[in-house]
């Protein structure tokens, strides 16, 4: 009998370390899944993962995986702390049941066409997009949410190419995207007003449940005045933070002011009480390559956010074979989970600042210090300091370019 006891009293206690692994961490990970994964992998993704965002269509490469939806609530019992968003497009059919590639087989009214009367096309994937300014698809989309959260028990949504330009819409495109309301092409302060107005009819019908948006990244966040859409949304997605994939085993290349301009969208949305879920793109690491060169740009990125996040915010390491455009889908033993995204940093202390040529954010206990730049940095340190891996720091600490540093009090 007692050993049964014990035997159970173990068993909660792992239970209990599932449930609380993935909420110790300064950097909370966020993954993608969007197929049947064994419940192993679930659980996996319980103990590791605090944020998942998820599509479980009707048709999946003529596959029904809708079923799968009805797992939600199994899923968040594995650690009642995990986040689980439902994921949709703004502008195209994803997890609906409108499917349309060719041409619309439902609604065609809510699709969009271009100068030349042609349906409209994603550039990247080839499905057809629809008119974020229809009334109807965005009643359509927002009821589609709404019934989804109610029946499977999703914590809120997730709205992919919520832009402020036609840039995407028309990106590689002769004919321009027409507004079926002027007969015209779309011009941007049309398409922001529709797509803020899309926003507008998802939170009446979602309610204050959390709302994440996809937009764009650092300088187009600020010159397109992107936070007018987070007076609707909770969080945002920087996609491509600090850079498009980018291959560590080549010599780093990056404009530090666009990286600046990254970490400020960062400390923008934090300054507005609003979370960001950031997209780390780097490319998978090879079986021969050096798993320390690796982990110096996982680093260098991780760094990169500490310094304007506020501890309410997410990361996905996008690693992918081929440097395209990261996809975050959960792939099992392809995860990237970095031991230094649970060093005890405690809370910030002020907002980051540029100090002795690289970048430092003061934390209760320890500091982060990032150099954008192409030029090697000695920075000079008081105290005893130590890295994230328990190494002793010398001062000046020398800094090489594009790389990051977490250090910790030595005491």
Same mark, same amino acid.
């Given at each position: 009998?007692?050993?049964?006891?014990? %035997?159970?009293?173990?068993?909660?206690?792992?239970?209990?370390?599932?449930?609380?692994?993935? #909420?110790?961490?300064?950097?909370?990970?966020?993954? $993608?899944?969007?197929?049947?994964?064994?419940?192993?992998?679930?659980?996996?993704?319980?103990?590791?993962?605090?944020? *998942?965002?998820?599509?479980?269509?009707?048709?999946?490469?003529?596959?029904?995986?809708? &079923?799968?939806?009805?797992?939600?609530?199994?899923?968040?019992?594995?650690?009642?702390?995990?986040? +689980?968003?439902?994921?949709?497009?703004?502008?195209?059919?994803?997890?609906?049941?409108?499917? &349309?590639?060719?041409?619309?087989?439902?609604?065609?009214?809510?699709?969009?066409?271009?100068?030349?009367?042609?349906? *409209?096309?994603?550039?990247e994937y080839g499905a057809l997009h629809l008119d974020p300014g229809n009334p109807d698809w965005q009643e359509y989309r927002a009821k589609v949410y709404a019934e989804q959260i109610a029946r499977y028990g999703y914590d809120g949504a997730y709205i992919d190419l919520v832009g402020p330009t036609t840039?995407?819409?028309?990106?590689?495109? +002769?004919?321009?995207?027409?507004?079926?309301?002027?007969?015209?092409?779309?011009?941007?302060?049309?398409?922001?007003? !529709?797509?803020?107005?899309?926003?507008?009819?998802?939170?009446?019908?979602?309610?204050?449940?959390?709302?994440?948006?996809?937009?764009?990244?650092?300088?187009?966040?600020?010159?397109?005045?992107?936070?007018?859409?987070?007076?609707?949304?909770?969080? *945002?997605?920087?996609?491509?933070?600090?850079?498009?994939?980018?291959?560590?085993?080549?010599?780093?290349? $990056?404009?530090?002011?666009?990286?600046?301009?990254?970490? #400020? !969208?960062?400390?923008?949305?934090?300054?507005?009480?609003?979370?960001?879920?950031?997209?780390?793109?780097?490319?998978?690491?090879? #079986?021969?390559?050096?798993?320390?060169?690796?982990?110096?740009?996982?680093?260098?990125?991780?760094?990169?956010?500490?310094?304007?996040?506020?501890?309410?915010?997410?990361?996905?390491?996008? &690693?992918?074979?081929?440097?395209?455009?990261?996809?975050?889908?959960?792939?099992?033993?392809?995860?990237?989970?970095?031991?230094?995204?649970?060093?005890?940093?405690?809370?910030?202390?002020?907002?980051?600042?540029?100090?002795?040529? !690289?970048?430092?954010?003061?934390?209760?206990?320890?500091? *982060?210090?990032?150099?954008?730049? $192409?030029?090697?940095?000695? +920075?000079?340190?008081?105290?005893?300091?130590?890295?994230?891996?328990?190494?002793?720091?010398?001062?000046?600490? +020398?800094?090489?370019?594009?790389?990051? %540093?977490?250090?910790?009090?030595?005491?």
């Open positions: 009998m007692k050993l049964r006891c014990l %035997a159970m009293a173990l068993a909660l206690f792992a239970s209990g370390l599932a449930h609380s692994m993935a #909420d110790d961490s300064i950097i909370p990970l966020a993954i $993608s899944v969007r197929e049947r994964i064994p419940d192993a992998d679930w659980q996996h993704i319980a103990e590791h993962y605090s944020f *998942v965002w998820t599509m479980f269509p009707p048709a999946t490469k003529k596959r029904d995986i809708s &079923a799968e939806n009805e797992r939600v609530k199994w899923i968040k019992s594995l650690n009642p702390k995990l986040t +689980v968003l439902v994921y949709g497009g703004s502008i195209n059919a994803a997890n609906t049941s409108l499917p &349309a590639w060719n041409k619309p087989e439902q609604h065609p009214d809510w699709f969009l066409k271009d100068e030349a009367g042609q349906w *409209v096309g994603d550039y840039n995407y819409i028309n990106h590689k495109k +002769v004919s321009k995207a027409v507004n079926p309301k002027t007969g015209k092409a779309y011009t941007d302060a049309e398409w922001k007003e !529709a797509m803020l107005e899309l926003l507008r009819v998802v939170r009446r019908h979602i309610g204050n449940k959390p709302l994440f948006i996809v937009g764009p990244r650092g300088k187009d966040y600020f010159k397109y005045g992107y936070a007018e859409f987070l007076s609707i949304a909770d969080g *945002v997605v920087a996609e491509f933070f600090t850079g498009w994939t980018r291959d560590p085993m080549q010599p780093f290349k $990056s404009d530090p002011e666009d990286w600046k301009a990254d970490v #400020d !969208a960062l400390a923008d949305c934090a300054a507005r009480g609003k979370q960001t879920l950031v997209f780390a793109s780097i490319k998978k690491r090879g #079986d021969t390559e050096p798993k320390e060169v690796y982990d110096a740009s996982y680093r260098f990125v991780a760094a990169s956010f500490l310094l304007g996040t506020e501890g309410r915010d997410y990361m996905c390491f996008a &690693a992918k074979e081929k440097p395209v455009q990261p996809s975050c889908l959960y792939r099992p033993g392809d995860d990237i989970l970095p031991s230094y995204r649970q060093a005890p940093l405690g809370r910030a202390r002020g907002t980051y600042q540029k100090l002795d040529g !690289a970048y430092q954010r003061e934390f209760e206990h320890g500091r *982060v210090l990032v150099n954008p730049t $192409s030029h090697e940095i000695r +920075v000079p340190l008081s105290g005893q300091w130590k890295t994230d891996t328990g190494s002793a720091v010398a001062s000046p600490m +020398v800094l090489p370019p594009g790389t990051g %540093a977490i250090l910790l009090k030595a005491e």
